[in-house]
Antibody, heavy 115, light 110 residues
Framework: EVQLVESGGGLAQPGGSLRLSCAAS????????MNWVRQAPGKGLEWVSF??????TYADSVKGRFTISRDNAKNSLYLQMNSLRAEDTAVYYC??????????WGQGTLVTVSS | QSALTQPASVSGSPGQSITISCTGSSSDIGDSNHVCWYQHHPGKAPKLMIY???NRPSGVSDRFSGSKSGNTASLTISGLQAEDEADYFCGSFRNSIAWVFGGGTRLTVL
């Protein structure tokens, strides 16, 4: 059974940092493109970043502040978030990409940026 | 402001059919075969319902169908059931670079 479990969310101050992790199981992690997608309170979904092998791409809203990475040996995906802003407050989902479709999502981890 | 435009809400009675629209541009929906629909029950993980505009993943009921015309994609749910009540989001690959989503549509089964 495919499972994606996010962790690392919490309260951060504006300008601060957080590192999100996603533990994957039930599939060959290294074979898949992985994404982070977020949903701000009362808002729609927003794609944040993806990593495909060594290639990474970011939404303009997080470019230069967030870094996506993966450790295939540990079946883990990460999102390093720096220079956090209030508008980064959201539930962050770890998402598997199967041929241009997000076929499995984690339950999400809440990030709140507030002083 | 989401990149793709969806109605905020739709409703229907059990057994009826409803259609949710998703309007984008020539840079995303109009130029992409990678249009998807997701069902989201609050507090749970979103679920893929349609991919590649019209395809259903294994295990998704054939009551769900997708289509596209120009810059607008649509999700149709026939034979509405109580468990269909949820938020529905569309998503499209844009400019072969990144993904964009709609703001979501709350489906109420009356």
């Amino acid at each position: 059974e495919v499972q994606l479990v996010e962790s690392g969310g919490g309260l951060a101050q504006p300008g601060g940092s957080l590192r999100l992790s996603c533990a994957a199981s039930g599939f060959t992690f290294s074979d898949y493109t992985m994404n982070w997608v977020r949903q701000a309170p009362g808002k729609g979904l927003e794609w944040v970043s993806f990593i495909r092998s060594e290639t990474t791409t970011y939404a303009d809203s997080v470019k230069g502040r967030f870094t996506i990475s993966r450790d295939n040996a540990k079946n883990s995906l990460y999102l390093q978030m720096n220079s956090l802003r209030a508008e980064d407050t959201a539930v962050y989902y770890c998402v598997r990409d199967y041929s241009y479709a997000f076929d499995y999502w984690g339950q999400g981890t809440l990030v709140t940026v507030s002083s | 402001q989401s990149a793709l435009t969806q109605p905020a809400s739709v409703s229907g009675s059990p057994g009826q059919s409803i259609t949710i629209s998703c309007t984008g541009s020539s840079s995303d929906i109009g130029d992409s075969n990678h249009v998807c629909w997701y069902q989201h029950h609050p507090g749970k993980a979103p679920k893929l319902m349609i991919y590649g505009v019209t395809n259903r993943p294994s295990g998704v009921s054939d009551r769900f169908s997708g289509s596209k015309s120009g810059n607008t994609a649509s999700l149709t749910i026939s034979g509405l059931q109580a468990e269909d009540e949820a938020d529905y989001f569309c998503g499209s690959f844009r400019n072969s670079i990144a993904w964009v989503f709609g703001g979501g549509t709350r489906l109420t089964v009356l």
